[in-house]
């Protein structure tokens, strides 16, 4: 309480007094964390200096009950960015998580006993253009190419293509073995 105290005492001569404490007691009443408060008043205090209540106003309200609807509008506004902020950090880990089970493939997409291939494939799966380890996703879900179609919103001739692609492509570094297996157990 102390440190509202000292804050408070900050605006004196600017502000008058019962507009911060009245713009700390929403504060309070909307459940804006306490630590949140100081920084909450700078944010405020532009607004509230600003503010010059209109006697003649048509709603008759008074100039409490005014500048209460100012400090609630800018403090829904500031609870709303809060709100939008936190929302873009958990979809921004979601691609990250996502992009990491990407370049790490599932072990069930490889020889479970050979650890050098493993490696390779993973780094194979990895070099991949997005759309085709998309793909690669989908064959190690036990997808058909006709839902990974649907899901990738191409024709199911472009996903066959891009496994003759992803096929050429492990041969070409050697995993011929392990597309060979791939085939006889998926049947793609």
């Keep these: 309480m102390q440190e509202i105290r000292i804050q408070l005492g900050s605006y004196c001569g600017a502000i008058e007094r019962w507009k911060m404490v009245l713009a700390l007691k929403r ?6 964390p306490r630590h949140e408060w100081g920084q909450l008043l700078q944010e405020l205090a ?5 503010f010059r209540y209109d006697s003649n106003g048509r709603n008759g309200a008074s100039e409490s009950t005014a500048l209460f ?50 490696i390779d494939v993973r780094q ?12 690669c996703e989908g064959l190690r879900h036990g997808e058909t190419i006709h839902e990974i179609a649907q899901r990738l919103r191409c024709s199911w001739h472009a996903v066959k293509s891009a496994i003759a692609r992803i096929r050429s492509r492990f041969e070409n570094i050697g995993l011929d073995g392990y597309v060979a297996e791939r085939q006889r157990r998926t049947g793609t």
């Design 46 to 50: 532009l607004d509230i200096w600003l």
């Design 124 to 135: 194979a799966v990895a070099s991949l253009p997005p759309r085709e380890r998309a793909v």
């Design 69 to 118: 609807a100012l400090i609630t509008n800018r403090l829904m506004g500031a609870m709303r960015n809060r709100r939008r902020e936190q929302d873009v950090m958990v979809r921004l880990e979601s691609v990250l998580i996502e992009q990491d089970e990407e370049l790490d493939p599932d072990p069930a997409l490889v020889y479970e006993d050979n650890e050098p291939i493993r």
């Design 27 to 32: 504060m309070a009443g909307l459940g804006f």
